[in-house]
């Protein structure tokens, strides 16, 4: 079977069978359509032209995001983030013995959970070179508990396990290992039973649940 990409009515032959692509505005104004196919390679292609700008071997690939500089994508090595136009590796964040899922790319951070021996927790990264601001790692439940994040400029929203949780995470503490931990949220709620999907703006932020509902709660009090 043969697989074709089709940008504004040019086709451009695939090796193998892509699985998503995403649009992304590099900061020089051009528009690339970055392709993750089944053999777990990157594609940056021109928008506007078409052909590839570039390739990379993404292996292990889990998720991709992306946003006016950069193309971040997570996999079981770590976070590994690529300057959008030349697909160059700007900074790698290593998993540290827990793969990185569920990220997040705000204008100026990175947000992703982390896998550790303790459980998972949730980082903020500094887009520009990866380096952690703050994390936060929930009291309530066991390491086995499925933990999500978004974010918006403004919060990171945590859903662990049934609680939804807010932070502001602009200042916090420093413990004694040197890193900035966050121990509690602003605001905390109970959501039923979730599905892993949020999506998340400076007034709300909004999640599906199992049983068909989608919901949306307000950025300052949850309500």
């Known amino acids: 079977m043969r697989f074709q990409l089709v940008i504004s009515s040019m086709i451009f032959p695939l090796m193998v069978k892509p699985r998503l692509s995403h649009v992304y505005e590099s900061r020089f104004g051009r528009k690339h359509v970055i392709v993750e196919d089944s053999a777990q390679l990157l594609s940056a292609y021109d928008a506007a032209s078409g052909p590839p700008r570039w390739e990379v071997d993404a292996a292990g690939i889990d998720q991709v995001v992306g946003g006016s500089d950069q193309v ?3 996999s079981g090595d770590g976070l590994t983030a690529l300057d959008l136009d030349t697909g ?3 900074w790698t964040v290593p998993a540290d013995g827990g793969a990185f899922s569920s990220a ?7 947000v992703a959970v982390a896998g550790t021996a303790n459980g998972p927790e949730v980082r903020v990264l500094d887009v520009t070179d990866g380096t952690e601001r703050w994390h936060l790692q929930p009291h309530s439940s066991g390491p086995d508990t499925a933990m999500h994040s978004a974010a918006s400029d403004e919060r990171v929203y945590v859903l662990h396990g049934t609680s939804l949780g807010a932070v502001d995470g602009a200042v916090a503490p420093t413990t004694g290992s040197g890193r900035h931990q966050v121990d509690g949220y602003d605001w905390q709620i109970d959501v039923g039973a979730p599905w892993p999907v949020q ?3 400076e007034e709300f932020v909004v999640i599906a649940t199992e049983d068909g509902r989608v919901c949306r709660y307000g950025a300052e009090d949850g309500v």
Do not use: Q, W
Not at 104 to 110: E, R
């Open 72 to 74: 971040v994508y997570a």
């Open 88 to 90: 160059d590796v700007a």
């Open 104 to 110: 997040t790319l705000t204008s100026d951070a990175v």
């Open 199 to 201: 999506a998340a703006t």
